[in-house]
């Protein structure tokens, strides 16, 4: 929406996302030179900041109730998990790195870091690699080639590769979800993380509010001796049923592999 739009519309004040882009600097140069005011109010809405910002917007539009519902069931879900990974020895607590990945991979891997919905996510749960080059330029990702997964992984960097399957949400099937999750896995083949089982992941679902209602799902994934699919099913068919207006059985989803030709993957989580 362009700055003359936005004047046009008479409109007071705009939420934006809480990382204030140029776009959004452009706009405020654009609002001064019209000599007018409009006030900016930038919200988070990836990983924990979507809890602040849930109940920020509860109180501009008068729905305080709901807001602290969502936010209560989500302290909830972290609870949950958090007091089952604290009767785990220190290390056996998961070292997760979190290649977010594509369709069609290019040499360089994205890794989300500090600063993405994922690790602010995923590190509730176990301890999550971050990297110096990850900053706002790079949208809080890194990037490395498939070398250097397998470097870092003999080296002790991380023991598990969680991926976040970019684009894989509401429509996709287990046989789709499958194909593609064999496809990333490929990269990694070398790794001793592969040799381990320790290869896991899920759809990309963390750069919104919908971001809690996976992380039992991932839980699950790292820990498979502690919770069960149920529960992850559970806490992602909750989200839908009283969040969102969509009618949604999350049976016919996929969220995680259930193929089988990644064996090693398929020990471990039976096991």
Request: glycine letters at 8%; one cysteine or more; proline letters at 1%.
């Amino acid at each position: 929406m362009t700055a003359e739009a936005i004047l046009a519309s008479g409109i007071s004040a705009l939420i934006c996302h809480g990382n204030a882009s140029s776009s959004t600097e452009d706009l405020i140069t654009d609002f001064e030179e019209a000599g007018k005011t409009i006030d900016i109010i930038c919200l988070g809405w990836e990983g924990m900041n979507c809890l602040s910002t849930a109940l920020m917007m509860g109180i501009f539009f008068q729905v305080e109730d709901a807001a602290h519902e969502y936010v209560d069931w989500c302290n909830g879900i972290l609870n949950k998990l958090k007091t089952a990974i604290d009767t785990l020895d220190e290390d056996d607590v998961a070292t997760v790195i979190l290649p977010l990945m594509y369709t069609k991979q290019s040499s360089n891997i994205r890794i989300e870091c500090e600063g993405t919905g994922s690790y602010s996510l995923v590190s509730q749960i176990a301890n999550v690699v971050d990297l110096e080059d990850a900053t706002y330029e790079t949208k809080n990702r890194a990037y490395r080639t498939a070398e250097w997964f397998l470097s870092e992984n003999e080296n002790g960097l991380f023991d598990y590769i969680l991926i976040m399957e970019e684009g894989s949400g509401l429509g996709s099937t287990n046989e789709s979800y499958n194909a593609r999750f064999e496809a990333s896995i490929e990269y990694f083949v070398q790794c001793p993380a592969y040799e381990q089982g320790r290869i896991g992941g899920t759809t990309y679902g963390f750069g919104g509010f919908s971001g809690f209602s996976l992380l039992t799902y991932v839980a699950f994934v790292l820990y498979p001796q502690l919770f069960t699919e149920d529960q992850g099913l559970e806490d992602r068919q909750y989200w839908f049923d009283n969040f969102t207006n969509q009618t949604v059985d999350v049976n016919n989803m996929a969220w995680r592999y259930t193929g089988t030709a990644y064996e090693e993957y398929v020990d471990r989580m039976d096991s």
